[in-house]
């Protein structure tokens, strides 16, 4: 009885957020973005006009949100203090933000993302007991020597000690036959495992509706950690705003390849979802790779610095580098547009866009949802309840993907 109402509350949510909060003000603002919007944009209230059940139902969500994001941003957070502290790594970090604003001036991807030119030489060996095992084709576990190097000559040392991540990973779980139409999937910070994204992300589902799947992992997660990090995704954000827009530019580069290898192999055509950062990394991808048949950001982050002011503890010690370094929120926003799917416009028509958010997340807040959905001009658009681990009425919003791929033709033969 209880999870009945449960349901028929989750659902009426969805439908009331979709037909409410999208109708809000414009709160994408002019380009340069970094300069025009808010500084208070991270205070922006994510309320949706519900009555009270639907309320407390989302706040309660929103609020386990809170917890489970203070409780990881303090681990975060004490992981990255001993090399953002050492000797003199804020000044050094500092000191190349020029370098990166002046390629966001220019607001051309190419600068900063360009194709690679690499021919890529992969590895296969089939995916393990515990991923998934369809009853019909294959599930390999795919790899490569990824030869990228920052774009910024001053990292380039620095990036490339760390060996382990120099390989690309990826599972491809692929049909007999012919190639298929294949949807790329980009995991969130940390939550790399290949058998979690299955399971969260519904994969076999569309497995079976005769799409191929390949699961990309992003740098710095999984196998490409290293023995000696404390946690998956750890060098990601560990090293300063500039190691971090190489390691963004970085996964795009090997995805891209991966892109190449399925061009290679016959593949019709691939488009590309991801889920919070793996969300921020599907909505650049828009704007950066123009082979996409599709983009479905879910549940996504715009802004990196916005989203690190709102995280507790992470905000606190952020403002203490900003003043210690005699800066503001504008210029660090300069400094990592380089990376962020705000400063390109997207290269998919708007009819190939889908936006997925949720009422009651709170580890990346539906107004950054809402900055994309302002900046591609309004795309297709579904909000679900929960929050970012709990994503209630998730069968409405699958359906909505399989009437969105059906709607663009990806499904045809």
């Known amino acids: 009885m209880a999870q009945g109402v449960m349901a028929q509350t989750a659902q009426y949510v969805s439908r009331v957020a979709n037909e409410t909060y999208g109708l809000s003000r414009r709160i ?3 380009q340069p973005w970094w300069l025009t919007l808010d500084p208070a944009f991270h205070k922006f209230p994510d309320d949706f006009y519900l009555d009270l059940p639907t309320q407390l139902l989302v706040n309660g969500t929103a609020c386990v949100d809170k917890a489970i994001r203070t409780l990881s941003a303090s681990v975060v957070l004490a992981a990255a203090l001993p090399q953002t502290l ?21 607001r ?7 194709r690679p030119q690499q021919a890529v030489t992969m590895r296969s060996r089939l995916a393990g007991r515990l991923d998934y095992q369809p009853s019909e084709g294959v599930v ?20 490339l000690r760390h060996e382990h991540n120099r390989t690309a990973w990826a599972q491809h779980w692929r049909h007999d036959g012919p190639p298929r139409p294949t949807i790329c999937i980009v995991h969130g910070f940390i939550a790399d495992p290949y ?4 399971r969260f992300l519904a994969l076999p589902r569309f497995y079976q509706m005769g799409y191929n799947v390949l699961l990309y992992t992003l740098p710095f997660h999984g196998p490409r950690s290293g023995p000696n990090a404390p946690f998956s995704g750890h060098g990601y954000f560990s090293y300063g705003l500039s190691h971090a827009n190489e390691t963004i530019a970085h996964a795009v580069h090997d995805f891209r390849l991966f892109l190449d290898y399925l061009e290679m192999t016959g593949v019709p055509r691939f488009g590309v979802t991801g889920i919070s950062l793996g969300g921020y990394t599907a909505a650049l991808l828009a704007g950066v790779e123009n082979r996409l048949a599709f983009a479905v950001p879910n549940v996504p982050v715009a ?4 989203l690190i002011m709102e995280w507790f503890p992470l905000g606190t010690f952020l403002r203490i580098a900003m003043r210690a370094t005699g800066t503001d929120l504008r210029t660090l926003r300069h400094a990592n547009a380089v990376a962020s799917p705000l400063t390109y416009p997207p290269l998919l028509p708007r009819e190939r866009l889908l936006l997925i958010g949720g009422a009651g997340d709170r580890f990346a807040p539906p107004k950054h949802t809402r900055l994309i959905w302002d900046h591609w001009n309004h795309p297709r658009l579904h909000w679900f309840p929960g929050n970012h ?3 209630l009425d998730q069968g409405r919003y699958l359906l909505e993907m399989e009437d969105f791929l059906h709607k663009i033709g990806f499904d045809q033969p």
């Open 303 to 306: 802004s990196l610095p916005d």
């Open 389 to 391: 681990l709990i994503h």
């Open 195 to 198: 058998w979690l994204n299955a």
């Open 108 to 114: 051309n991807p190419a600068l900063f993302f360009p």
């Open 28 to 30: 994408m603002p002019e």
């Open 86 to 106: 050492r000797d003199g790594a804020l000044a050094r970090d500092f000191a190349q933000w020029g370098f990166y604003q002046e390629l966001a001036d220019q």
């Open 140 to 159: 390999e576990v795919l790899a490569f020597e990824s030869r990228f190097e920052p774009v910024n000559p001053a990292l380039r040392e620095d990036y």
